[in-house]
């Protein structure tokens, strides 16, 4: 077992202090969860793709980068956070576009050009509901 003897300053001591209470961890939970990202920080899309959560990056399956624009990329890690979900439209516009008003057309495009980029069944449509990932199970 590893021990590790680190001394914070007290501005780092005090918002280590509010991230614990922000999302209810103890301290070793909280480090466990960032060795945990840090060391298994790749999640497996299918078909030889994944999103590499500690470089931010997406690749395909000959290991090269994806380039998304700004909303491509918030879109996919927006259902990335819950790949159980079917997130709405409405969902996506709050979550992507925030104060823009999307319109159900312009979703659909960005899903489009993603699945150009990755492969078509990335993205789940569910019919007047809306879209969720569909990745290899035990991912997320």
């Known amino acids: 077992m590893l021990h590790i003897d680190y001394q914070l300053t ?12 922000q999302e209810k961890l103890t301290l070793e939970q909280y480090i ?25 990056r997406f690749f395909d399956s000959k290991k090269n980068e ?15 956070q819950d790949t159980t979900k079917i997130f ?15 319109t ?6 960005i899903i489009n050009k993603i ?5 078509y069944e990335l993205f789940e449509n569910y019919s007047n509901k809306g879209y969720s990932l569909n990745i290899p199970k035990g991912n997320k």
């Not at 920080?41 to 959560?53: A, E, H, P, V």
């Open 104 to 109: 159900v057309y312009t979703i659909r495009n």
């Open 32 to 56: 466990q969860k960032l060795i945990d990202s840090d060391i298994n920080s790749t999640i497996n899309l299918g078909k030889g793709f994944y999103y590499d959560s500690y470089l931010n």
């Open 115 to 119: 699945r150009t980029k990755t492969f």
């Open 88 to 102: 709405t439209i409405d969902e996506i516009r709050e979550k992507v576009w925030k104060k823009d008003n999307a």
């Open 10 to 21: 007290k501005k780092d001591s005090t918002k280590i202090k509010k991230k614990l209470e």
């Open 66 to 80: 994806i380039t998304f624009t700004k909303l491509e990329k918030k879109l996919v890690l927006t259902l990335l």
